[in-house]
């Protein structure tokens, strides 16, 4: 049974950084494609980052480049999210993600899902 485990969050002020881990077990993850989401009150889910495994390839949406990094750990088998420079909007409650066998690529709609952990920046 696929398990995503995330920790790392909560509050910070404006300008400050938190680091989030997720802790991945239950399958092979070697060809797995990794990530963050985040969904804030009354917003749909949206993409923050990903990773694919094997080759250690990053893609960022647009709002966090430059301030978020996204990383692995091979031996320990988490995927991080370093952010720095959080703005009040980046206020959600972020999730951890993983590709299904049946899929090639990291989408919403078809993955593998945290319980997810709240991150809250103030002004």
């Known amino acids: 049974q696929v398990q995503l485990v995330e920790s790392g969050g909560g509050l910070v002020q404006a300008g400050g950084s938190l680091r989030l881990s997720c802790a991945a077990s239950?399958?092979?993850?070697?060809?797995?494609?990794m990530g963050w989401f985040r969904q804030a009150p009354g917003k749909e889910r949206e993409f923050v980052a990903a990773?694919?495994?094997?080759?250690?390839?990053?893609v960022y949406a647009d709002s966090v480049k430059g301030r978020f990094t996204i990383s692995r750990d091979n031996a320990k088998i988490t995927v991080d999210l370093q952010m720095n420079s959080l703005k009040p909007e980046d206020t959600a409650v972020y999730y951890c993600?993983?590709?299904?066998?049946?899929?090639?690529?990291?989408?919403?709609?078809?993955?593998?899902w945290g319980q997810g952990t709240q991150v809250t920046v103030s002004s």
């Open positions: 239950g399958r092979t993850f070697s060809s797995a494609t």
């Open positions: 993600a993983a590709n299904r066998e049946s899929s090639r690529i990291l989408r919403a709609g078809n993955a593998y």
């Open positions: 990773i694919t495994w094997h080759g250690g390839n990053t």
